[in-house]
């Protein structure tokens, strides 16, 4: 039927991991905003895995992306998002 989703779409988001993320939080609490929007993220897909295949990298801008998760490997609870925000 038209509109079926036959595969489920790839989603890829990147976290700033670069040092000011840290050094400014203090001041305008940036790494603690990203760490929200990372679990805002992880608890809007949950469910949703036969729509959306996704992943969440780290950036720092000096050497290869950091993974946190993996396509196909969401992580399952509360328990597991904290973790990920912790990395």
């Known amino acids: ?3 079926h989703q ?8 990147v976290m700033d991991v670069s040092a000011s993320m840290s050094r400014f939080n203090g001041e305008d609490g940036r790494l603690d905003r990203m760490a929200q929007a990372m679990v805002m993220i992880m608890e809007s897909l949950e ?4 729509k959306y295949a996704w992943n969440i990298v780290g950036h720092s801008g000096n050497g290869p992306e950091i993974p946190f998760v993996s396509f196909g490997q969401p992580p399952r ?9 912790s990395e």
Not at 6 to 13: A, N
Not at 47 to 50: A, K, Q
Not at 77 to 85: D, E, H, K, L, W
């Open 47 to 50: 469910g949703f895995e036969h």
């Open 77 to 85: 609870g509360r328990a597991q998002q904290s973790s990920v925000v």
């Open 1 to 3: 039927p038209f509109g």
């Open 6 to 13: 036959k595969k489920p779409k790839r989603l890829s988001f």
